[in-house]
């Protein structure tokens, strides 16, 4: 079974952030027992995806993992998906609108209001 690639990524993150944070405390353990050190604010790395050790080809790869978020931008993303949207709905409802409606007539003599079709159709 194969995952889908977002998931697979997410998982190599993962368990490159658990293998280095797994370094990470084994190299700070004292063999010696005694007091451990209180570690400086230049030991501790950045938070999230920015902190872990990647290759130059994963950050160029997967950019969105790395770049903080604009939220301006991200507003006037999903102001234009929002519009994009609803033009489309507008011009369906507007086609389903104008398809021509006439009167037909049945063989009892009884008469509704029927769509015009094509001969294709």
Known sequence: MFLEPAV???LLIFLVQI???SQMSSQSAEPGGGKAEVPKEKDFKTPGLRGIQTTTLFRAVNPELFIKPNKPMMAFGLLTISLCVGYLGYLHAATENTQDLYEAVDSDGTSYM???TSKWD
Do not use: E, G, L
Request: proline share 0%; with cysteine; glycine share 0%.
């Open 8 to 10: 697979s990524w997410c």
């Open 19 to 21: 293998h280095s944070s």
């Open 114 to 116: 029927r769509r015009k």
